[in-house]
Nanobody
Framework: VQLVESGGGSVQAGGSLRVSCAASGYTSRPNCMAWFRQAPGKEREGVAAIDTNSGVTAYADSVQGRFSLSRDNGGNTVYLQMNSLKPEDTGMYYC???????????????????WGQGTQVTVS
């Protein structure tokens, strides 16, 4: 199983970025995919998650209304559109995926969860 993130970068406050995560190595597709972020000196936190079958999503309160998570038709790639970015959105963004069903509200976190290497997002 491999998760490959792309699309991070630097942007001014108020701007937009889109990050993508492509999953491979699953027999069909992961049932749950999510994004986490970690700022320097802080714990990793869940940002958004999606059930790749139903399209049901969950968001952290801090990004609700500004971030949008979607999936492609195959359910193996997810896209996190980040608008109205703030300096506090700065951090390393990690993709997570799980084959287990029913963990969207937990941002796909369980013992089956796999992780990507991360992509840096910097808002100044």
């Amino acid at each position: 199983v491999q998760l490959v993130e792309s699309g991070g970068g630097s942007v001014q406050a108020g701007g937009s970025l889109r990050v993508s995560c492509a999953a491979s190595g699953y027999t069909s597709r992961p049932n749950c995919m999510a994004w986490f972020r970690q700022a320097p000196g802080k714990e990793r936190e869940g940002v958004a998650a999606i059930d790749t079958n139903s399209g049901v999503t969950a968001y952290a309160d801090s990004v609700q209304g500004r971030f949008s998570l979607s999936r492609d038709n195959g359910g193996n790639t997810v896209y996190l559109q980040m608008n109205s970015l703030k300096p506090e959105d700065t951090g390393m963004y990690y993709c997570a995926a799980s084959s287990w069903v029913g963990y969207v509200q937990a941002f796909c976190s369980n013992s089956n969860t796999k992780w990507g290497q991360g992509t840096q997002v910097t808002v100044s």
